[in-house]
C-alpha cells in the first residue's frame, strides 16, 4: 500500500519557470511533511518541511503548499534553475513513530 | 559541523554473505534511522535508533538487523545476503526521535 503518492514521475521545466510537484497521503495521522531534492550519487538532502498547522511554508524560491482537507502538498520551486535538475522526494511521518514514508520521486529537468 | 559519514562507500558481496555498514551521525544528534533505496521499491524505512534502543522497525525481514553505540554511531547487518539486497543503504541522523532528518551519501551494496 502505497502511502503517499508523487506526481508527476518526471518534468521538464524552461529556466526561469516554476516547477510544480505534488503528493498526496492516505494516513492522516500523518503530521510531518518534508521535501528532500537528490543529486546522482548523493543522499537526499532536506530542503524545506511543513506541519498541518500553516497552509503555506516559504523559503526562498522553494514554496510548500498544503491542503490538510484534500491530504495533499506541493513543493513549487520558483524561477526554476538549471542547478534545481534532481530527483525531489516528497515524504510524510507520524510523530516519528515508523521513519519517513516516501513517494516514489519526481525527476526534474530545468532546460536552459 | 560535519555532516552523516558512511562507510564503506561501495560494497561488492555474494549471496549467502553477510555484511556490516557503519554511520556516523552529526555531532550531537542522537536518533540514526537507516533506509533502503532500490530504483523498484524506493526509499523504504529499515529502522530506527535513539540512546542505543531500537524505536521502529520497517517491513523488512530479520536478515537486517542494526544497533547504535554510546557516542550515537550506528551500524547495520545484514545476513545471508540475497540478490535482491542491492541497494543504497542510507543512514540519517536526527538532533532527537522525530526530529528533521538529515541523510549521509550512503553505502552502496552490490551482492553478485
Known amino acids: 500500500q502505497q502511502q503517499v503518492k508523487q506526481s508527476p514521475q518526471s518534468l521538464i521545466v524552461q529556466k526561469g519557470g516554476i516547477s510544480i510537484i505534488n503528493c498526496a497521503y492516505e494516513?492522516?495521522?500523518?503530521?510531518?511533511f518534508p521535501w528532500y531534492q537528490q543529486f546522482p550519487g548523493k543522499g537526499p538532502a532536506l530542503l524545506i518541511a511543513?506541519?498541518?498547522?500553516?497552509s503555506e511554508k516559504k523559503e526562498g524560491r522553494f514554496t510548500i503548499s498544503f491542503n490538510k482537507s484534500a491530504k495533499q502538498f506541493s513543493l513549487h520551486i520558483m524561477d526554476s534553475q538549471p542547478g534545481d535538475s534532481a530527483t525531489y522526494f516528497c515524504?510524510?511521518?507520524?510523530?516519528?513513530?515508523?521513519?519517513?514514508?516516501f513517494g516514489k520521486g519526481t525527476h526534474l529537468i530545468i532546460q536552459p | 559541523k560535519a555532516g552523516v559519514t558512511q562507510t564503506p562507500r561501495y560494497l561488492i558481496k555474494t549471496r549467502g554473505q553477510q555484511v556490516t555498514l557503519s554511520c556516523s551521525p552529526i555531532?550531537?544528534?542522537?536518533?540514526v534511522s537507516w533506509y533502503q533505496q532500490t530504483p523498484g521499491q524506493g526509499l523504504q524505512f529499515l529502522f530506527e535508533?535513539?540512546?542505543?534502543?531500537?524505536?521502529n522497525k520497517g517491513n523488512f525481514p530479520g536478515r537486517f538487523s542494526g544497533r547504535q553505540f554510546s557516542n550515537s554511531r550506528s551500524e547495520m547487518n545484514v545476513s545471508t545476503l540475497e540478490l535482491g539486497d542491492s541497494a543504497l543503504y542510507l543512514c540519517?541522523?536526527?538532533?532527537?526521535?522525530?526530529?528533521?532528518?538529515?541523510f549521509g551519501p550512503g553505502t552502496r551494496l552490490t551482492v553478485t
Open positions: 555531532s550531537g544528534h542522537r536518533s
Open positions: 515524504a510524510a511521518d507520524r510523530g516519528g513513530a515508523d521513519g519517513l514514508t
Open positions: 540519517a541522523s536526527s538532533p532527537a526521535w522525530g526530529d528533521e532528518q538529515y
Open positions: 511543513i506541519r498541518p498547522d500553516v
Open positions: 494516513n492522516t495521522a500523518f503530521d510531518y
Open positions: 535508533y535513539f540512546s542505543e534502543t531500537q524505536r
